[in-house]
């Protein structure tokens, strides 16, 4: 009897074994669900990349470390996923043990064995044929909890899809998308504690920008933090007239997390009207900021604004970067914060006091910070935008940095840019009053070829003018330590490893990987598609794996 | 322009619209959301912004996005002349539109980031621009011109119709495309304004060597250009010291040449039209 009940006790246990053993092979894998203490610890799951900016911290480090300065030479494409789209590819996939979540444009998810890239199932979203996205019908990601992805649409609506089956579980309208000059989500989400955190886009587009958070488990709407103060609010009247009605400042990057200090922080985009002031005299908060929030309830603790009545669309939607660093023989908790008007920020994260800030690229408007006044920068004049086209700003309308990841390395105690050295022609524009009936509908109307394969720049500034590079910033000192130049300002972002590597990609498709500690280029990959996109790294079948989308693929890197 | 003339040129504007349309079928997604999402709208068969506050307003956003290239008064420079109202796209007026919406593919004429009514304000402004007849006349003799171009070697570089070489732009149609004051420029002071696909580049390899050539492309792996005999060359960064764009033209700055064959040069290119 005792000899029946070990083998059925030892079926049992096969049969567990059975049932938990994953596509990757590997037997210590947890599988799903996603629970938030697993979020909260991502860092511990190296063979995962559980969130969009791989850790509530933003730092896209990867401690894998099987892929060092010393056999990266030997990198190979291991599997490619086939897009098949037309549209930029900026997505960050998700990998759960051996799964990988990716979404493609413009709102399809996949589930790929991420050993092979064979499909597992697809979901798709049919957007209605008019959307208002400023920049392409693109997504950017997905965040995950339970058994339970999340994906926000082009449309303004937040989804919930079944991670075992692709099945739709809920589906809430964030807002009318057709409203002012129109909305569109396309960030990825962000998990904290039992709440999603969405944001949207519009900011060239005259909407009113909020961040939400909605129950994961119904869709039903927690709370919405208004961008833009309300009638009675504090800062409200940093708003000249009506302006605050359709200032813009919206959420369309993703935020960071402290668990620490229970607090949220999400970046904010321009004011609107983007180039021409007449109409919006002001500081124009809570614009081009960082919101510090209190997840729980979406109450504001602080802000800090980088730049005041901005007119350069030089949006705050960097993916915030939460570090601990030296800093005048202190240890301090900050936010490193590489800035589309083309300053290295720190501030405080406890208090949203300002630290210092220096420029990581060539810049025009600035002549230092008003320490008195937590870090208000000094303007100096004729950068402003002029009906002729001012030609002479630097950073140009793309910023130094953009919505493109930056990565930290625990190991090196460096950030990682992928910066963009470019001026622009800043023009000011007539005034519209913004509405989805005659908007602007960009250039691909009437059937024009998609601008994923247009590169063109604008015809007046010669090839190399501008150009972009990696760089390496000391965040106790705000130096940069190493730069690594290349052709063509980026659309990439950047990802660190523990094999003390830093990959990314360019816009002519040159995939790479740089030594973490001196720059120096270690291996090249011609894709000849542009790169939108930042890589990721995961294990499958217990060896370590790098994707990086390039073109309509998403690449996968391995070693033999 | 005679009757033959516009018929051709609207057979010839069809024929790139049709080419157009079959290119974006072609390359039209298998994702069914979104090929509904390019679908294009309909596109009025006339202009439905005629009224004169309509061109006056077409006439400030010409000077804002399109005077640069077009210049102040549709008399052409870097892009076409305007003022003659033939248009290699078609001059109908949602010829016009999908021309000034979208820009043309490969050219550096970029999509109008505007409005649709915008645009439909430019199309009446541009269509005014056609109606005055050629600003610009030259002055010199079309025929003695062609002479000149032969003795002064420009074939060497340029092709007009199925002759010459490609190390310059195709001259075919440049009366065409290129106001009058823009082709002397050209010829007297080259480098002043080159075609994004023909700026030259010096490469100069680590063996000391450089090589002369027009940028095709580049990336961070490698540089292709076309080198002074017209063969395309590949170089692998590795070996390169260093890429210079200090002669931004490889074309020869015809400054000392007198002003009779100047003008008789500028009168044979102004008449170079294309099939006409």
């Not at chain 1, 064979?118 to 995950?144: D, K, S």
């Not at chain 1, 989804?159 to 099945?167: E, N, T, V, Y």
């Not at chain 1, 589309?340 to 025009?364: E, H, S, W």
Request: aromatic share 10%.
């Amino acid at each position: 009897v005792r000899a029946r009940r070990i083998r059925a006790w030892g079926s049992l246990a096969l049969l567990i074994v059975a049932a938990t053993w994953r596509l990757t092979g590997q037997s210590q894998t947890q599988g799903l669900p996603v629970t938030y203490e697993r979020l909260l610890a991502a860092d511990k799951e190296p063979g995962n990349w559980l969130m969009y900016n791989s850790t509530y911290a933003g730092w896209r480090f990867s401690r894998l470390n099987q892929i060092t300065t010393q056999n990266v030479k030997n990198l190979g494409v291991k599997w490619l996923f086939q897009g098949r789209h037309i549209e930029k590819f900026e997505t960050t996939p998700l990998v759960v043990d051996g799964i990988m979540y990716l979404t493609r444009p413009e709102n399809a998810i996949y589930a790929l064995d991420a050993l092979t890239g064979r499909q597992l199932w697809m979901y798709e979203y049919h957007n209605p044929e008019r959307t208002f996205n400023c920049c392409g019908r693109v997504n950017r990601g997905l965040a995950i909890l339970g058994n339970t992805l999340f994906m926000n649409t082009l449309d303004m609506h937040v989804i919930a899809i079944d991670a075992k089956s692709g099945r739709e579980v809920w589906k809430t309208e964030m807002y009318d998308h057709t409203q002012a000059g129109g909305y569109a989500a396309p960030g990825a989400p962000l998990i904290v504690k039992d709440k999603l955190i969405v944001g949207m886009a519009g900011g060239e587009r005259g909407v009113s920008g909020f961040l939400d958070a909605y129950d994961p488990k119904t869709g039903k709407l927690l709370w919405r933090f208004h961008t833009i103060p309300q009638p009675g609010e504090p800062n409200f009247g940093t708003w000249a007239g009506d302006s605050w009605k359709t200032g813009g400042a919206s959420t369309w990057n993703a935020g960071a997390y402290d668990p620490d200090t229970n607090t949220l922080f999400w970046g904010t985009s321009n004011p609107w009207p983007g180039y021409n002031d007449d109409a919006r005299a002001g500081d124009n908060l809570y614009s081009c900021s960082v919101l510090a929030l209190n997840p729980d309830t979406g109450t504001l603790k602080w802000w800090y604004q980088f730049t005041p009545h901005d007119l350069h669309d030089w949006d705050a939607t960097q993916n915030p970067v939460l570090i601990d660093t030296e800093f005048l023989g202190q240890t301090r908790k900050v936010l490193a914060w590489p800035q589309r008007n083309g300053f290295f920020y720190l501030i405080d994260r406890t208090t949203g006091k300002f630290m210092a800030a220096k420029a990581f690229v060539k810049q025009t408007w600035n002549n230092g910070f008003d320490y008195e006044n937590n870090g208000r920068p000094e303007v100096i004049p004729g950068n402003d935008p002029t009906p002729e086209g001012n030609r002479n700003v630097w950073p140009g309308v793309d910023g130094g940095a953009n919505w493109m990841a930056h990565s930290y390395s625990p190991l090196t105690k460096l950030m990682y840019v992928f910066a963009r050295e470019e001026r622009r022609v800043y023009t000011k524009n007539e005034i519209r009053h913004p509405t989805t009936e005659n908007a602007p509908t960009g250039p691909t109307l009437a059937g024009a070829p998609p601008q994923i394969f247009n590169l063109a720049r604008p015809p007046q500034f010669a090839p190399e003018e501008s150009w972009g590079k990696a760089i390496a910033i000391d965040p106790a000192t705000q130096n940069i330590k190493w730069e690594f130049r290349v052709v063509t300002a980026p659309w990439g972002g950047m990802m660190s490893t523990a094999g003390n590597l830093v990959f990314g990609g360019t816009l002519e498709g040159v995939i790479f990987a740089l030594n973490a500690t001196n720059g120096e280029r270690l291996w090249t990959f011609a894709s000849n598609g542009p790169v939108y996109g930042t890589a990721m790294s995961y294990l499958a079948g217990g060896k370590q794996f790098v994707s990086i989308p390039a073109g309509d693929l998403l690449i996968t890197f391995g070693l033999d | 322009m005679s009757r033959l003339l516009r018929i051709c040129s609207g057979v010839m504007a069809c024929c790139c619209l049709v080419l157009f349309a079959v290119t974006a079928r072609a390359q039209a997604p298998q994702n069914p959301a979104l090929a509904g999402g390019q679908a294009a709208s309909p596109i009025p068969a006339t202009n439905p912004f005629t009224s004169e506050a309509d061109i006056q307003q077409g006439s400030a956003l010409f000077q804002t996005n399109c005077s640069y290239c077009h210049g102040s008064f549709g008399e052409g420079g870097r892009g076409a002349d305007l003022t003659a109202g033939v248009y290699k796209r078609g001059g109908r007026d949602p010829e016009l539109y999908v021309t000034i919406r979208n820009g043309i593919p490969g050219t550096e004429m970029s999509p109008m980031r505007i409005t649709d009514d915008e645009v439909w304000k430019v199309v009446g402004f541009v269509k005014r621009l056609g109606s005055q007849g050629n600003l610009e006349k030259a002055t010199g003799d079309a025929g003695a011109g062609r002479a000149v171009y032969q003795r002064s070697g420009c074939a060497t570089c340029h092709q007009v119709g199925d002759e010459g070489g490609h190390l310059g732009p195709e001259l075919t149609e440049v009366g065409r495309r290129r106001g009058l004051k823009f082709l002397t420029e050209s010829v007297v002071k080259p480098e002043a304004e080159v075609p994004i696909n023909y700026r030259a580049v010096q490469v100069v390899l680590k063996s000391g060597q450089t090589v002369t050539g027009i940028r095709v492309n580049r990336d961070d792996l490698s540089i292709q250009l076309r080198d002074t005999r017209d063969n395309f060359r590949s170089i692998l960064m590795d070996g390169v010291q260093e890429v210079r764009y200090d002669k931004p033209s490889m074309m020869p700055a015809y400054a000392s040449m007198n002003q009779k064959d100047l003008n008789d040069l500028i009168a044979y290119l102004n008449s170079l039209k294309g099939a006409q």
